[in-house]
């Protein structure tokens, strides 16, 4: 977290009403609908910000590979492994991927993997992000829309892993090998989640030994017990993943609102696991609440969007672990809980 954060605290807890109180009485499935940060258009900002995110980040990219409204497969043309990429970095020593959650479109996409990255190179850790832009975005006025996000979270796990194998097995070649580390955030952990199944079942994978470096969850959008050790995600974890890490907040107003309603279940990225004993061997949690400002407007768009309405305690902001910007720039604000994985890779040296 910057230092120079209370140069602008007073002045924002003084503004925050002017944010809040026009929307108080909007309904908490209100909220969840505008969590891909397009909930009025701002044209300039969101041309300006697309334009860059386009000319320098690399993506891969599922995006239309399924059906929104169904969470089916579009097959023909695509299938359960494919993918299309742009931009991605020959191969390096070190790469993260940044794995966005639900309720986010493309531009919102690249948005949160410039912000990641941002934030990294604002600790020192200059390394390629790469960004996977999946079919999130289902429709909020549709009754199953949860259910099929989750759906399509699963089905991007295979696309996502073959992507891996393949990086890792053409760096192999070259006689390069890379260290691959994830950032998930929100439902993004349930695509994480399915990665490791598939790598699981990847004879490249096995029969080359590869692995992850570390896995880094932020504010997951799954059950609390899923990473159980006794789980087969938890086994996949200790498998694997050298080094997972689960940064979570208990005041993340999406997870001890939306989520706990819905699924009748504590969310891993609000609590983490309850017993210790039931955590993986290499599992490590990170109670990152006083990492996240209890500001609104992540992205700095200007507009209250992803999970920003009744934003007034520290850890509240759903969409705050990978950073803030200045409203209506480009500027970073604030790490957010970025600096804790900064700190964590460093230690991993």
Same mark, same amino acid.
């Given at each position: ?240 993943? #050298?080094?997972? /890490? ?5 005041? %993340?107003? =999406? ?5 706990? *309603?819905?699924? &009748? !279940? ?58 803030? #910007?200045?409203? /209506? ?5 604030? %790490?957010? =809980? ?5 700190? *964590?890779?460093? &230690? !991993?040296?």
């Amino acid at each position: 977290m910057f230092h120079r954060i209370s140069t602008w605290l007073l002045p924002s807890l003084i503004l925050l009403p002017l944010f809040i109180l026009p929307q108080v009485q909007v309904a908490f499935s209100q909220i969840f609908s505008n969590s891909d940060n397009t909930i009025v258009n701002s044209p300039v900002e969101d041309t300006n910000k697309s334009a860059e995110a386009n000319t320098i980040l690399p993506m891969v990219s599922t995006r239309d590979h399924f059906d929104l409204a169904t969470g089916k497969l579009r097959e023909p043309p695509h299938n359960i492994t494919d993918y299309s990429k742009s931009g991605i970095p020959a191969c390096s020593p070190e790469i993260v991927i940044y794995v966005h959650g639900v309720g986010v479109d493309e531009s919102s996409a690249k948005e949160q993997t410039q912000r990641v990255s941002m934030s990294l190179d604002a600790n020192n850790y200059l390394i390629p992000v790469i960004g996977f832009s999946w079919d999130s975005n289902t429709d909020l006025h549709q009754k199953d829309w949860w259910k099929i996000a989750k759906e399509i979270s699963q089905q991007n796990g295979p696309k996502l892993a073959q992507f891996i194998v393949d990086y890792m097995t053409d760096c192999r070649q070259t006689e390069q090998d890379t260290i691959i580390r994830i950032i998930a955030h929100s439902l993004g952990a349930r695509v994480t989640e399915s990665i490791l199944a598939n790598l699981n079942n990847s004879q490249a994978w096995n029969s080359n030994n590869f692995t992850i470096k570390s896995v880094h969850f932020l504010g997951a959008a799954i059950d609390s017990k899923v990473a159980e050790i006794d789980t087969s995600f938890g086994k996949n974890i200790a498998h694997y993943v #050298k080094n997972f /890490y689960n940064l979570y907040s208990p005041e %993340d107003n =999406a997870l001890e609102t939306s989520y706990r *309603d819905t699924e &009748k !279940e504590e969310a891993l990225g609000l609590v983490g696991i309850l017993n210790e004993q039931d955590e993986p061997e290499n599992y490590i949690s990170h109670n990152v609440e006083m990492e996240i400002l209890p500001f609104p407007d992540a992205d700095g768009n200007g507009y209250l969007g992803c999970f920003d309405y009744g934003i007034i305690y520290w850890g509240d902001n759903h969409c705050g672990y990978m950073g803030f #910007k200045y409203p /209506y720039s480009n500027i970073l604000k604030d %790490d957010g =809980a970025i600096n804790i994985i900064a700190e *964590d890779w460093q &230690k !991993e040296l």
